[in-house]
C-alpha cells in the first residue's frame, strides 16, 4: 500500500505526478489551466471559456473580471493573450470595460452552452468523557486529549504560536471592512433591521454562489446555501439531519482532524478511521466500514496535505453513486502555491455531497461565518434544524462580507495572503533543512500548515504528545500528530505557518530542534535504566 509519509526526507509539494511542476500555471478563477488550450490558441480557448461561463452562469451579468495583467500573472502567460480574449468578448457585446471598475459582464449569449462533463482532473470512534481529567498533567502533552483540549491550548503562554489552522490575521482588511459596513449602513432600509430568512441574507448567498462558480468550479442556486456560524455549526447540523435518517457513524480519513472527529462524537456520531495514502483516502477501505457517510478534506487533506487523486474521485463517484454521502470540508482549497487548482467533489457529486466552506481561513476565524451547500433532498431539512438552532446568522455581518466579495477586496486579500503565506511556507522549509534535516515534509504545496514526519524513527521510538509538550518548554507551542490519528502512524508535527512572522519562524524551527534532541535523550536515558533493571532481575 503506498504511503503518504515520503522516508527520503524531500518536501512532498504534490501527490499527483500531473500536478508536479516546478513552475504553477492555473487558477481559481473558473478553474483555469493554460495546459488545456490547444498549441497557439491560448486567445481562442480564454475566450470560449469565458463565452461557457457567462452562458450557464458561473459568470452573471455585472460580474466583474479579473483585471489582465492579474490573469495573466497567475496563468504564467502573456498579458496580451488575455487582453485578446476579453476583446473578443467585448466585441461580441458580452464584455463591456468600466473604467476603474473593470471588466463587466454585460450580456449572455442567447443560447446557453451545454454544461461539459468528463472525469475528473487529477488532482477512537466514542464521543469524548466530559468528566475527563484536565488535558495538560503538569507540562505533558495528554495521550488522549480531552474535549477542551485546544481551549486549553490557546490559552498557554508561548513565544512561538505553530498551531495550525490560522491565516496571517494582521492582515485582515480592516479599512475595506470599515467601508462595506458603511455601505451598508448607508443603504439598509430600517426592515433589514428585523428577521430574516434562516438561510441567510440574499446579498451573502448570492455573493457566496458566484464565489463558489468563479474558484471552487460549484454551479449553485443561491436558494440552495445555508448560511452558517462557521464549518463548527455546519457539522452539528449536518449530523443532526442525518441522525433523523437513521445515520450514526460517519466514516472520517485516518489521519484526519481531531477536532472534527470530537465535534461528531458530540453529536452522537461513531468516527471509523479510513487510511490515506499518497492519494487520498482508501475508497476499498471506506467501503469496508460499511459507514453510510463519510466526511473528506480532498483539496488539501488535513493533515497530510495531499490532494485526492483521479482513480480515487472516480472510484469515490462510484461509492456514493451505490447510496453514499459525502461531506467536503473545503476548509482551505484557496490557499495554493504550487499546484494547479483542484476542483471541489461537490461539483462531481451534486446530489450526493454536503459542501462546507467558510472565511475563517480567507479572513478570520473572528467572523464565525460559513456556508453548506446540502444534496437538494436535504436542503429542507438542514434549513429546519438552522432555524430552531438560532433563527439565522446576524444579518449585518453578512450584508458586509457579501459588500466585500462584491466589491473585489476578498480577491485582493487572498492574493496578499498568498503571497506572505508562500513567504512563510518558504522559510520554514528551509529552516527544517537547517534544523532537522532528517524531518521529511509533508503538504507544502497548499494550505496554511506543515506536516512533519521523522523517517528512521519508529512509532515507539519517539513519542510525538512528549516532544510537543518539550517544544512548548522551549516557547513553542504546535500539535502533535498523534492527535490527529485513531490508528498507528509514525510520530509528528503538524506546524502552522500562516500567522506567525516571517522573522520568528527560524527561532522556532531552531527550538523544535532542541526540543527533539531533548525528547531523544529522555527516550535513550529511559530505555538504558529498562535494559538496566530487566538485566539485574535476571
Known sequence: MPSPWPHNGLVNRSNDGEHDRSVTRGSDFLQLDPADAPPGGLADWLAGRLRHAIADGRLPIGARLPATRVLAAEL????????????????????????????????????PAPPTTGPARAASTSPPDPAAPAPFPGEQFPGEPGPDVFDVLRDLPARIDLSPGLPDLAAFPRAAWQRAERTVLRDLPAAGLGYGDPRGTPALRTAVADWLARYRGIRADPAGIVVVAGTAQALGLIARVLARAGIDRIAVEDPGSLGVRQHLAHWGMGTPPVPVDAAGIRVDHLRATAAPAVLLTPAHQFPTGVVL???????????????????????????????????????????????????????????????????????????????????????????????????????????????????????????????????????????????????????????????AAAALQHGVKTHPLSWHAQRPHPPGLVLGYAAVPTSAIPDAIAALARALHHTRSQHATAREARSSASHRSR
Open 309 to 467: 487523486g483521479g482513480d480515487r474521485r472516480r472510484d469515490l463517484t462510484r461509492w456514493a453513486a451505490a447510496g453514499g454521502l459525502v461531506i467536503e470540508d473545503d476548509y482551505d482549497a484557496e490557499h495554493r502555491y504550487d499546484r494547479p487548482p483542484v476542483p471541489a467533489l461537490r461539483s462531481m457529486l451534486p446530489d450526493r455531497a454536503f459542501y462546507t466552506g467558510s472565511v475563517s481561513k480567507l479572513l478570520a476565524p473572528a467572523l464565525r461565518i460559513g456556508w453548506i451547500l446540502p444534496p437538494p433532498a436535504h436542503l429542507d431539512a438542514v434549513i429546519a434544524e438552522k432555524r430552531f438552532a438560532d433563527l439565522g446568522n446576524a444579518a449585518l455581518p453578512q450584508l458586509v462580507l457579501a459588500e466585500l466579495m462584491n466589491s473585489g477586496e476578498m480577491e485582493r486579500t487572498l492574493r496578499l495572503l498568498r503571497r506572505r503565506h508562500r513567504r512563510r511556507r518558504d522559510t520554514m522549509i528551509a529552516a527544517i533543512a537547517a534544523h532537522l534535516p532528517t524531518a521529511a515534509v509533508h503538504g507544502a504545496a497548499a494550505g496554511l500548515h506543515l506536516t512533519i514526519t521523522f523517517p528512521g524513527h519508529p512509532p515507539d521510538s519517539l513519542n510525538d504528545a512528549g516532544l
Open 76 to 111: 504564467r502567460v502573456s498579458r496580451g493573450a488575455v487582453t485578446e480574449a476579453y476583446q473578443r468578448l467585448t466585441d461580441e457585446g458580452h464584455l463591456a470595460g468600466r473604467g476603474r471598475a473593470g471588466t463587466i459582464v454585460v450580456a449572455a449569449p442567447l443560447t
